[in-house]
């Protein structure tokens, strides 16, 4: 199993953060840097394979197993199935990105459940919805075809399904559940929860924990700005609904009615912070149970990179999916 210290994130440093490394071209089309890919494992403590969701567009799943052969014991009833949406502000990155590969093998173990990850459309070429239409292909991918997959036919319980994302991820999670409980039914699958790590949230003016960023190591203010403008429609500003769904679905709150218990995870050192204590707020607000841990420590993404960080968010995680999780006011 990749080891998630061992995995090149990104980078520490703002003078290489891959996300300045990003480059606009007058038509609007962009380089990206080159992140390296791992490969799905056929072996190892996590299994992980591919398989396609809609040809047409290109998108795939990545499957993570614990290894029923491998130590420890598998447990003695079926796992969680958990639908994860990575990050990259909408812009770069893939399931196979190697930290993006090591982190969901280290949670797949660490729950333990059967993460199911979505390589989804990127913007500018996709810009959203792009994401949340594949998002919600992926949503409905559960329903549809998951029963009949091997690994989650013999070892996964579609009746406790979570959906989580990081980042852009936590953006899109967010989404997939409110357009999956719009009475929408899902059987055999059961979404029970959703896992917003970080979300990726923005808005015209900022908050004070952007005002701050400017020379942040992983998301600085001018990546973040760099970022919406690439992933939003075009001519929308960052008080559009896909960035900043308290204020400008304010009138719409209708929306939440129905979406399950979320657990929304963020650290103290993340410029979007205030946006993710905004979010909970806003969610409690309309009657949506939330689980709030929003005062780890360390920066923005510091769980593909710092072990200690990981464990703290898989140790969340796992007691979200238990049902363990205690309502924090953070």
């Not at 963020?266 to 709030?292: N, T």
Request: hydrophobic letters at 45%.
């Amino acid at each position: 199993m990749g080891d998630v210290t061992a995995a090149a994130p990104p980078s520490p440093d703002k003078s290489t953060n891959l996300f300045m490394q990003i480059v606009v071209h007058p038509d609007g089309t962009i380089t990206r840097p080159f992140v390296p890919d791992a490969p799905p494992s056929a072996t190892g403590p996590v299994l992980s394979r591919d398989v396609p969701l809609d040809a047409s567009l290109a998108t795939s799943l990545r499957l993570y197993l614990p290894n029923p052969a491998s130590p420890p014991p598998p447990p003695t009833s079926k796992l969680p199935v958990i639908l994860y949406f990575h990050g990259g502000g909408f812009v770069l990155f893939s399931t196979g990105s190697v930290f993006y590969h090591a982190s969901c093998e280290a949670m797949a173990a660490a729950v333990p459940a059967i993460v199911v990850s979505l390589d989804y459309r990127l913007a500018p070429e996709h810009r959203l919805p792009a994401a949340y239409d594949d998002a919600a292909s992926a949503v409905l991918w559960l329903r549809d075809a998951a029963a009949g997959d091997p690994w989650i036919a013999a070892h996964g319980d579609l009746s406790r399904c979570f959906v989580m994302g990081s980042s852009s991820g936590g953006n899109m999670a967010l989404n997939a559940g409110v357009r999956a409980c719009r009475g929408l039914d899902l059987g055999p699958a059961a979404v029970r929860g959703l896992v917003l790590h970080q979300p990726y949230l923005g808005g015209v003016a900022r908050t004070p924990s952007e005002e701050k960023s400017g020379d942040d190591a992983v998301l600085p203010l001018e990546a973040n700005d760099k970022l919406w403008s690439l992933a939003l429609p075009a001519g929308a500003d960052r008080d559009h609904e896909f960035s900043n769904p308290a204020k400008s679905m304010a009138a719409a709150a209708a929306a939440l009615t129905g979406l399950p218990r979320c657990l929304v995870t963020g650290s103290d050192g993340d410029p979007l912070i205030d946006r993710q204590r905004e979010l909970v707020a806003w969610l409690r607000g309309h009657g949506v149970e939330v689980v709030a841990k929003t005062d780890f420590t360390g920066s923005h993404a510091a769980e593909l990179f710092v072990k200690e960080t990981a464990d703290e968010l898989f140790a969340a995680v796992r007691a979200f999916v238990s049902g363990a999780g205690d309502v924090v006011h953070s």
